[in-house]
């Protein structure tokens, strides 16, 4: 079984990185929602760490814009409007379609097989109606694509932007919509397994476009959630 782990260089040291990315599951898989206070005191009895540590964690988590530091009020996990959620997903667009359509390098046996085993992860965690498994393993799918296909760069900015877009969902998506459908991905595997790049961008695009379509802007933001509920161990 693939671990599910993200494309990441923060700068932060073991411990940090470790907290850092517990944050970024909560926040990927919603159980941490937008708005939801990340108090330093609470955040370091959780994780039995310093608060300088966690200050750093969360310093690294607001350059990636999933955080945001309020002077005076400390952090809170990101609550993005509609204008920005829209450049968000515009920007995901450009990229991801941009990459099926000009790979910028050849696909390799060995990447075929890693995006056929998330896809099997994403046909398991469906088959349980496991919602955070379905999350995971959807992100995890975009993110080798990019691997797969772009390079390091272009992965680490589908990474965040994967980030910020479950962020987007979280506050706007339509009751009962499923945004990520598992046949979406198995027919972009086939087409880039078939290297036939203009279908994969053609397929890309209706896919993250579907996603868009399932969001309903107008839509008030959820109540933040409780951090001691979902992060104590």
């Given at each position: 079984?693939?671990a599910?782990?993200?494309?990441?260089?923060?700068?932060?040291?073991?411990?940090?990185?470790?907290?850092?990315?517990?944050?970024?599951?909560?926040?990927?898989?919603?159980?941490?929602?937008?708005?939801?206070?990340?108090?330093?005191?609470?955040?370091?009895?959780?994780?039995?760490s310093?608060?300088?540590?966690?200050?750093?964690?969360?310093?690294?988590?607001?350059?990636?814009?999933?955080v945001?530091?309020?002077?005076?009020?400390?952090?809170?996990?990101?609550?993005?409007?509609?204008?920005?959620?829209?450049?968000?997903?515009?920007?995901?667009?450009?990229?991801?379609?941009?990459?099926?359509?000009?790979?910028?390098?050849?696909?390799?046996?060995?990447?075929?097989?890693?995006?056929?085993?998330?896809?099997?992860?994403?046909?398991?965690?469906?088959?349980?109606h496991?919602?955070?498994?379905?999350?995971?393993?959807?992100?995890?799918?975009?993110?080798?694509?990019?691997?797969?296909?772009?390079?390091?760069?272009?992965?680490?900015?589908?990474?965040?932007?994967?980030?910020?877009?479950?962020?987007?969902?979280?506050?706007?998506?339509r009751?009962?919509?499923?945004?990520?459908?598992?046949?979406?991905?198995?027919?972009?595997?086939?087409?880039?397994?078939?290297?036939?790049?203009?279908?994969?961008?053609r397929?890309?695009?209706?896919?993250?476009?579907?996603?868009?379509?399932?969001l309903?802007?107008?839509?008030?933001?959820?109540?933040a959630?409780?951090?001691?509920?979902?992060?104590?161990?």
């Open positions: 079984m693939l599910a782990g993200a494309l990441r260089d923060d700068g932060l040291i073991q411990e940090e990185s470790a907290i850092a990315q517990a944050l970024r599951d909560a926040i990927l898989e919603r159980r941490l929602g937008p708005g939801s206070r990340l108090p330093e005191e609470q955040l370091a009895e959780i994780f039995a310093s608060r300088g540590r966690i200050r750093r964690v969360l310093l690294a988590l607001a350059r990636e814009h999933i945001v530091i309020q002077p005076s009020r400390g952090a809170f996990v990101a609550s993005p409007d509609a204008a920005e959620a829209r450049a968000v997903l515009a920007a995901r667009r450009m990229i991801e379609v941009a990459v099926m359509e000009r790979p910028c390098q050849p696909l390799t046996e060995d990447a075929i097989a890693v995006l056929r085993a998330v896809t099997e992860e994403e046909r398991r965690a469906h088959a349980a496991d919602s955070v498994a379905m999350i995971r393993w959807s992100g995890r799918f975009h993110l080798e694509l990019a691997l797969a296909l772009g390079n390091a760069v272009i992965a680490g900015i589908v990474s965040e932007l994967s980030l910020r877009t479950s962020l987007i969902i979280a506050i706007y998506e009751q009962n919509a499923m945004c990520c459908l598992k046949a979406d991905h198995d027919l972009l595997l086939g087409t880039v397994c078939e290297q036939a790049w203009a279908e994969a961008g397929l890309m695009s209706r896919h993250l476009l579907e996603i868009e379509q399932n309903d802007f107008s839509s008030p933001a959820p109540p959630s409780s951090l001691s509920l979902i992060l104590k161990r």
